[in-house]
């Protein structure tokens, strides 16, 4: 457990949440799929490459009755993710400093064990270790979230990642490496004499290779030493030898073959029943797939292949789907929900499943119990549910969830769903906007964009302590101290910087308006 300085000391690799990662939404799979997992507000969480705690960090501070552990090898990220701790005074996450493979002796067991964009990124005799110890640290109802890169996707990538560490194998500056891979790749798709498969290929790995916010990923991916894709199904029976099997995947919705063609969707179908992993095998054979986030579970516990819609009514619901024109309620009468900000699209013509997706899209980014869902129904439908009524609704929230329309949950993720007396925001959304950052950490998980100089500063007055007046006397004496924010005459509109805050789901929840913690 000695601290070793590695490439992640050299050049930062600042870590961020991982939404698939959050342990509510791995426990609502796990129970689809036939297991009872622990519940996130109690659970014990281990991450084998935690960096700086940028995806720990934040699951503690909404889940405080449950407890994290995070190890890495790299001294200065660990050291900086125990600053942000010590800032934030959460007492249920620990960042070690460590080798993941040889862990101390004292390692409990786990309810959910995290390892993302380690895997592939590791020798042989390290992946080996890593899923040793997941196996060896998982509880019996556990469930291991491995991130990794695959065939045949990253046969495309490795051709771009072998020009770039030829062009830079002898630079050893960082900034310089990845200043030159990123012109070797622009020198060789800028010279494509006409257009075709290859300039299109080099094309789109010239523009993943120019964004500003993945250096640190084209560092420490593209030209580390190791990088190295497996297949599927290389994988499945690599953890296989360690005992564990495989679950699900993490984004559930890439397992989804409604949109293929009807023949290879049929023939997915039906393979799926009589060999789930040969089924994704193909899938990925159809999609290139290049990334996955698979999840593993204890080889000895019984998995169902398919989703146990039961499971559903047993779980919390979110969808942002809102419907086209006016929606008619009626029998028989079909409606298409589209995804705000996306392709998605479903349609049905069941009354109580009309109304249900029509008021979760009211609420979004709020989430509901199937109970509470049915009950909102109800009162659009105008009449109490069947029992075929809650059948259908579990069999749509499953196919919407299974589309990546909906979002099902063991118990919704807590955040205020609106501005309160004394609002108070994240206090990891605001220890992030005082460093500057413009992508912010928020209570769902995610990272949302906040580059409005009004709602930044409106972040930081949101500590629980002012009312909706002092909020606004102070911002509007901020904004006039900032001309070249707001012009002088301009007033300031708190409410909806307020709502939009909240839509943003970065306003904890509180109680008698005092703060959360």
């Given at each position: 457990?000695?601290a070793?300085?590695t490439?992640y000391d050299?050049?930062?690799?600042?870590?961020?949440?991982?939404?698939h990662?959050?342990p509510?939404?791995?426990?609502?799979i796990?129970?689809l799929h036939?297991l009872?997992?622990a519940?996130?507000?109690?659970c014990?969480v281990l991450?084998?490459?935690a960096?700086d705690?940028g995806?720990?960090?934040?699951?503690?501070?909404?889940?405080p009755?449950?407890?994290?552990l995070?190890?890495?090898l790299?001294p200065?990220?660990v050291e900086r993710?125990?600053?942000?701790?010590?800032?934030?005074?959460?007492t249920n996450?620990e960042?070690?400093?460590?080798?993941?493979?040889?862990p101390?002796t004292?390692l409990?067991?786990f309810?959910y064990?995290?390892?993302h964009?380690?895997y592939?990124w590791?020798?042989?005799?390290v992946?080996?270790?890593?899923?040793?110890?997941a196996?060896?640290h998982l509880?019996?109802?556990?469930v291991?979230?491995?991130?990794?890169n695959t065939?045949?996707?990253?046969?495309?990538?490795?051709?771009?990642?072998?020009m770039?560490?030829?062009?830079?194998r002898?630079?050893t500056e960082?900034?310089h490496?990845i200043?030159q891979?990123?012109?070797?790749?622009k020198?060789?798709?800028?010279?494509?004499v006409a257009?075709g498969?290859?300039?299109a290929v080099l094309r789109?790995?010239?523009n993943?290779?120019?964004?500003a916010?993945?250096?640190a990923l084209?560092f420490h991916d593209?030209?580390a030493?190791?990088?190295?894709?497996?297949?599927?199904?290389?994988?499945?029976d690599?953890?296989a030898?360690h005992?564990?099997?495989f679950?699900?995947?993490?984004?559930?919705?890439?397992s989804?073959?409604?949109h293929?063609p009807?023949k290879?969707?049929d023939t997915l179908?039906?393979?799926?029943?009589?060999d789930?992993?040969?089924?994704?095998?193909y899938?990925?054979?159809l999609?290139?797939?290049?990334?996955?986030r698979?999840l593993?579970?204890?080889q000895?516990?019984?998995v169902r292949?398919d989703?146990?819609?039961g499971r559903?009514?047993?779980?919390?619901?979110c969808c942002a789907?809102?419907p086209?024109?006016v929606?008619?309620?009626?029998?028989?009468v079909?409606?298409?929900?589209?995804e705000?900000?996306g392709?998605?699209?479903?349609?049905?013509?069941?009354p109580?499943?009309k109304?249900?997706?029509?008021?979760?899209?009211?609420?979004?980014?709020r989430g509901l119990r199937?109970?509470?869902?049915l009950?909102?129904?109800?009162?659009?439908?105008g009449?109490a549910?069947?029992?075929s009524d809650?059948?259908a609704?579990?069999?749509?929230l499953l196919t919407?969830f299974a589309?990546g329309?909906?979002?099902?949950l063991v118990?919704?993720?807590?955040?205020a769903?609106?501005?309160g007396?004394r609002?108070?925001?994240?206090?990891i959304?605001?220890?992030q906007?005082?460093a500057?950052?413009?992508m912010?950490?928020?209570?769902?998980?995610?990272?949302v964009k906040?580059?409005?100089?009004?709602?930044?500063?409106l972040?930081?007055?949101?500590?629980?302590?002012?009312?909706?007046?002092?909020?606004?006397?102070?911002?509007t004496?901020?904004?006039a101290?900032?001309?070249?924010?707001l012009a002088?005459?301009?007033?300031?509109?708190?409410?909806?910087?307020?709502?939009?805050l909240?839509?943003l789901?970065l306003?904890?929840?509180?109680t008698?308006?005092?703060p959360?913690r």
């Amino acid at each position: 457990m000695t601290a070793t300085m590695t490439a992640y000391d050299h050049v930062a690799y600042p870590g961020y949440p991982i939404p698939h990662a959050h342990p509510g939404r791995l426990a609502a799979i796990a129970a689809l799929h036939g297991l009872d997992p622990a519940p996130p507000s109690c659970c014990r969480v281990l991450e084998l490459g935690a960096g700086d705690g940028g995806n720990l960090i934040p699951l503690a501070y909404v889940l405080p009755g449950a407890t994290f552990l995070g190890i890495d090898l790299a001294p200065t990220p660990v050291e900086r993710g125990r600053q942000c701790i010590a800032e934030l005074g959460l007492t249920n996450v620990e960042l070690r400093c460590g080798d993941a493979t040889n862990p101390p002796t004292d390692l409990a067991s786990f309810d959910y064990i995290v390892v993302h964009g380690l895997y592939s990124w590791v020798p042989p005799l390290v992946r080996e270790r890593v899923l040793a110890v997941a196996r060896d640290h998982l509880a019996p109802n556990g469930v291991v979230y491995v991130s990794y890169n695959t065939y045949p996707g990253c046969h495309v990538r490795e051709m771009i990642r072998g020009m770039m560490r030829y062009h830079t194998r002898a630079m050893t500056e960082p900034r310089h490496r990845i200043d030159q891979a990123r012109a070797v790749v622009k020198f060789v798709a800028d010279g494509q004499v006409a257009p075709g498969a290859y300039a299109a290929v080099l094309r789109e790995e010239l523009n993943r290779a120019a964004y500003a916010e993945d250096e640190a990923l084209l560092f420490h991916d593209d030209l580390a030493e190791v990088s190295d894709p497996v297949w599927f199904h290389e994988f499945i029976d690599h953890a296989a030898h360690h005992g564990l099997r495989f679950l699900a995947e993490a984004s559930y919705h890439s397992s989804d073959v409604g949109h293929l063609p009807e023949k290879a969707r049929d023939t997915l179908l039906a393979l799926r029943q009589a060999d789930v992993v040969q089924a994704e095998q193909y899938l990925d054979f159809l999609t290139c797939r290049r990334f996955r986030r698979t999840l593993l579970c204890r080889q000895d516990v019984a998995v169902r292949p398919d989703a146990d819609p039961g499971r559903v009514r047993g779980m919390a619901a979110c969808c942002a789907a809102r419907p086209e024109g006016v929606p008619d309620l009626a029998p028989d009468v079909l409606v298409t929900f589209r995804e705000p900000d996306g392709d998605g699209r479903m349609t049905t013509d069941l009354p109580f499943a009309k109304a249900a997706v029509l008021h979760l899209g009211e609420c979004y980014p709020r989430g509901l119990r199937f109970e509470e869902l049915l009950i909102a129904a109800s009162a659009r439908v105008g009449r109490a549910p069947s029992d075929s009524d809650r059948e259908a609704l579990a069999e749509t929230l499953l196919t919407a969830f299974a589309g990546g329309m909906a979002e099902l949950l063991v118990d919704p993720l807590q955040f205020a769903r609106e501005a309160g007396p004394r609002p108070e925001a994240s206090a990891i959304a605001r220890r992030q906007v005082r460093a500057g950052d413009q992508m912010l950490t928020n209570l769902r998980h995610e990272r949302v964009k906040v580059d409005r100089p009004v709602a930044r500063q409106l972040l930081l007055l949101m500590d629980g302590t002012r009312d909706f007046t002092a909020l606004t006397d102070e911002l509007t004496k901020w904004a006039a101290s900032q001309p070249a924010v707001l012009a002088p005459a301009t007033a300031v509109q708190i409410g909806p910087e307020l709502e939009a805050l909240a839509r943003l789901a970065l306003i904890n929840e509180t109680t008698n308006n005092l703060p959360r913690r």
